[in-house]
């Protein structure tokens, strides 16, 4: 029998957003299908505009969030879901028609737990810093060996974008961790690993994820994602730490650090030992970057984006060692 498929899509404040996602699952190629837009009390219309999908379209019900936070989001809408298969989207991203049946088609081939796709960045505007951005984000330079966002090839992997997973995984590991207000995906997705589940990254499963487009936002999500790069692994324990997740914090420990051991034994040129070698990857990036869109101006502008991607994430870190550390 054909399975039901709960999409399940957590939101807040996302009035630019959510009807582009709404949109994209609707066009799904399957039959059995239900949408449960779990919204933490947005103040922008786009409750509104979730109400009139929702007037139009018996498969879609919004259910209130009073607790705002995405894991309380993602257990409210789990407990409300009735399908056998829980789809868990972002109110950024958007899925290519074939997503949910191909999800279906992989986690009865493979005996995968859960499986996602391979995501697409995509910018949402046109400014300066745009198309670096959604290069940035795709990148191995830019995000490591996070294959969700890089891989072509089918592979086990510690976690995915646009996850689906059979029910029973709930049954038997339980919900979403609301102590943490981000990075609940990383603990979840860990937990599952060590219960000996197995989480697949297919990419014929086409989903795309809608970026930041203007270097002030972009610095300031990466400056958050650094920071609960970090409390998870503070505060929950089990979880396995990805050298991704500590590298750009072990970046901006060395700079510091040679920078004052420089400035402490009078060698001007000790900082350079660090920052010379991340400069000249950051420009042989750059400069591939720009060959591969054979747009010339972007050898300029990524090596900006990649700092501060780099940056921005390793001080966010670092904050949340000191947040960790207070405690």
């Not at 996602?21 to 949408?35: I, K, N």
């Not at 493979?110 to 391979?118: K, L, N, P």
């Not at 690993?193 to 197995?198: L, Q, S, V």
């Amino acid at each position: 029998m054909t399975p039901m498929v709960s999409v399940i899509i957590p939101c807040r404040n996302e009035t630019n957003s959510i009807e582009r996602c709404l949109d994209s699952v609707l066009a799904s190629q399957w039959d059995r299908l239900e949408v449960i837009v779990a919204d933490g009390m947005s103040t922008d219309g786009t409750r509104r505009q979730v109400d009139g999908y929702v007037a139009r379209d018996p498969r879609i019900r919004r259910i209130d969030n009073p607790g705002e936070t995405t894991p309380q989001a993602l257990n409210l809408a789990i407990a409300a879901a009735q399908g056998e298969l829980i789809l868990r989207l972002d109110a950024h991203a958007a899925i290519a028609p074939d997503y949910i049946a191909r999800a279906v088609e992989s986690l009865e081939s493979s005996g995968a737990d859960c499986v996602g796709g391979a995501m697409r960045t995509l910018a949402t505007g046109t400014g300066t810093f745009a198309a670096p951005i959604r290069i940035a984000l795709s990148s191995p330079f830019g995000v490591g060996n996070a294959h969700f966002r890089t891989g072509s090839d089918t592979r086990w992997v510690d976690t995915v974008f646009g996850a689906c997973w059979k029910r029973e995984v709930f049954e038997r590991i339980g919900g979403f961790d609301e102590r943490l207000e981000r990075s609940q995906d990383i603990e979840f997705s860990s937990r599952l690993r060590r219960a000996g589940g197995k989480i697949l990254m297919s990419p014929s499963m086409r989903i795309d994820y809608y970026a930041q487009t203007t270097l002030g936002g972009f610095w300031r999500q990466n400056w958050t994602n650094g920071i609960w790069a970090i409390l998870p692994f503070a505060s929950v324990s089990g979880i396995a730490v990805r050298w991704r997740h500590l590298a750009p914090l072990a970046l901006l420990v060395s700079l510091m650090g040679s920078a004052a051991m420089g400035a402490w034994l009078e060698i001007g040129w000790l900082p350079w030992v660090v920052a010379a070698p991340y400069a000249a990857a950051n420009l042989a990036a750059s400069v591939k970057a720009a060959s591969q869109e054979r747009r010339v101006s972007l050898a300029f502008r990524m090596p900006v984006v990649f700092a501060s991607l780099h940056l921005a994430y390793g001080a966010g870190s670092l904050w949340g060692c000191a947040r960790w550390l207070a405690r």
